[in-house]
Nanobody, 126 residues
Framework: VQLQAFGGGLVQAGDSLKLSCAAS????????MAWFRQAPGKERDFVAAISPSGGTTYYSNSVKGRFTISRDSAKATVYLQMNSLKPEDTAVYSCARYRVPGHSLRFADPKDYDYWGQGTQVTVSS
């Protein structure tokens, strides 16, 4: 399984950006997917997760109402639409696949994800 994240860039506060994470393999639709981010000198933080069907989504409090996670099983891709970006959103964003198939309520711990994309830098200037 390989995950490739892209779509990051340098934007101004208030702008929008959409990240994509393309997955290889034929089992994409069976797994919960998530986005995490890591700012310099800080730990990796949970951002958003989506169930295998796409019917259930979870968000951290810091992005709720501004970010939207979605997935397209036909394209084996998960997205993160980021609106109203703030300088504190600056980080390297990585996508990840849950370690077992199915829907899990343990969605925020990075230790529960076994495959990770390489990360894409998002920088928000004030």
């Amino acid at each position: 399984v390989q995950l490739q994240a892209f779509g990051g860039g340098l934007v101004q506060a208030g702008d929008s950006l959409k990240l994509s994470c393309a997955a290889s393999g034929r089992t994409f639709s069976s797994y919960q997917m998530a986005w995490f981010r890591q700012a310099p000198g800080k730990e990796r933080d949970f951002v958003a997760a989506i169930s295998p069907s796409g019917g259930t989504t979870y968000y951290s409090n810091s992005v709720k109402g501004r970010f939207t996670i979605s997935r397209d099983s036909a394209k084996a891709t998960v997205y993160l639409q980021m609106n109203s970006l703030k300088p504190e959103d600056t980080a390297v964003y990585s996508c990840a696949r849950y370690r077992v198939p199915g829907h899990s309520l343990r969605f925020a711990d990075p230790k529960d994800y076994d495959y990770w994309g390489q990360g894409t830098q998002v920088t928000v200037s004030s």
